[in-house]
């Protein structure tokens, strides 16, 4: 195939189709057979390399990468971003939480911290904000002038600000970054799953409405064109338990997350109800509402937390692709 039948069939590299129930969702991504290197199927255009260089030296000494992606906005991603992070954080993990919605950075309000100031690193780079004593955070939300501004970027100003959190944050030595996407399968989420192609994988979050499933169906046809691990997929909002009755109520339905991971071979991490209090809690401490102790929402995301770690451990190390000898940007 010549390079110009490749750049017809996908941008960057990434090939063409849609993916089908049971073809698989986790094809190998890497090193051709004795060839140059490939990613999704394609061989890689020579810029990407050169930003995964990058990016894996500065990613080195973290034991895993988790990626967070929704096909559909309002589904929760961001509830479920935070408080995996949270809850791998108070399990002992050292953690680090990175907020890529460039144009909506909004995990600095859940995790409490949006009044926190960026510093420098003494090894370079930037120091990002500490939660809790295992999690640290970065976000947009810190590098612009206040909460109220609007990002108005063109995709290549989002690329720079991408390659930016990607090289200059200074995490040191993690067991866990929580990358935690924007919704869609655009800019952000291409660039990301191209820079980090050892990630562990992507957890996918969706509510029970069927326009929520029929918007996850591109995240994985997305992650599969891209050669991503898919860990797992989570259902959101999966029913509301009444605090007068106590009786179940299916606000946006119940069970098609859970359908649509066994149609497509995406491992099930679980179903979490709706918190009511997820309304009123968010900024208010370091631990989002879902984690509120005692409620039932807490109770299922613990059993999520555990199937990602459960999920994490059935995969081999994180093997960062060999560099091109560059030198870390400083």
Known sequence: ??????????????????????????????????????????????????QQALVASRLKDIKHVLIVMSGKGGVGKSTVASGLAVRLSERGKKVGILDMDLTGPDLPKFLGRADAKVTNSERGGMAPVKVNDNLVLMSL????????????????????????????????????????????T???????????????????VTTPHSVSIL?????????????MHM????????????????EGIDLFGKG?????????????LGAVAIDPDAASDGGRASVPAVLRDGSKAAKEFDAVVDRVEEEVGKRPPRKAPKGLGLPMAR
């Open 1 to 50: 195939m010549s390079d110009t039948d490749a750049k017809k069939t996908a941008p960057d590299g990434a090939p063409s189709g849609p993916p089908s129930p049971g073809s698989g969702g986790n094809p190998p991504a890497g090193k051709g057979q004795g060839g140059p290197p490939m990613q999704g199927g394609r061989v890689m255009d020579p810029r990407i390399q050169q």
């Open 141 to 184: 939300a810190y590098l612009i002038p206040d909460e109220k501004s609007s990002v108005v970027w063109r995709g290549p100003m989002k690329m720079g600000a991408i390659r930016q959190m990607l090289t200059d944050v200074d995490w040191g030595k993690l067991d866990y970054l929580v990358i935690d996407l924007p919704p869609g």
């Open 186 to 204: 655009s800019d952000e989420p291409l660039s990301v799953a191209q820079s980090i192609p050892d990630a562990d994988g992507c957890i996918l």
């Open 215 to 227: 918007d996850v169906m591109k995240s994985i046809d997305f992650g599969r064109k891209l050669g």
């Open 231 to 246: 860990l797992g997929l989570v259902e959101n909002m999966s029913g509301l338990e009444c605090p007068h009755c106590h």
């Open 256 to 268: 098609l997350g859970k359908e649509l991971a066994e149609e497509f071979e995406v491992p099930f």
